[in-house]
């Protein structure tokens, strides 16, 4: 319920931000949607990679130098185990753009919400803080539509931090932006 709280305040930040974007002197924002993939071993131990979807908000505040929000679900569900992670985290981007293409890094921080159920147990569930360093490329599809790449250093304050398996640290990305 808490990351519910979270997740609505942020998205009605993020949506105050882009009407008064043009009020702080800045020209650009942009939505993305797309499918993402984490790595194995992430978010408890012995766990595989888990598939899902990213969503991301981004409001150039000056120029080269914005506020963005990202909001993603991953899940999986192998014999007799059902995992989900929520992640919800905003911070700053950098972004420089040359001939209709675009190049970004990012430092977001934020909450991730992790929840598995095995068939025979109870469910268990925990919050963390969570973070991700990473980098992007928009490339341009047709007027303000590009295509999105993205790869992210992830982590948060639960994840296995050594051992056998060692935990796969990456988030990556692909989808598309629509910049106005």
Do not use: C
């Not at 997740?7 to 020209?27: E, K, Q, T």
């Not at 341009?140 to 051992?163: C, E, M, Q, W």
């Amino acid at each position: 319920m808490k990351l519910r709280v979270v997740a609505s305040s942020i998205a009605a930040f993020l949506l105050m931000l882009v009407p008064s974007a043009r009020a702080w002197g800045a020209d650009k924002a942009d939505v993305y949607f797309g499918y993402s993939r984490v790595g194995a071993n992430l978010f408890a131990p012995n766990t595989a990679g888990m598939n899902g979807w990213q969503a991301a908000a981004h409001v150039k505040v000056i120029p080269f130098v914005g506020i963005e929000g990202d909001l993603s679900r991953y899940s999986q569900n192998p014999a007799g185990l059902s995992e989900s992670v929520t992640l919800v985290m905003f911070g700053p981007r950098v972004t420089a753009h040359a001939a209709g293409f675009s190049v970004f890094a990012h430092g977001l921080a934020g909450l991730a919400h992790e929840s598995a159920t095995v068939t025979t147990f109870p469910s268990v569930s925990y919050n963390a803080a969570s973070y991700a360093l990473g980098a992007g490329a928009d490339l341009p599809i047709f007027l303000g539509l590009k295509l999105r790449v993205t790869g992210d250093y992830l982590g948060n304050s639960k994840a296995p931090s050594s051992g056998s398996p060692a935990p796969a640290h990456y988030r990556i990305g692909v989808g598309v932006a629509f910049h106005f």
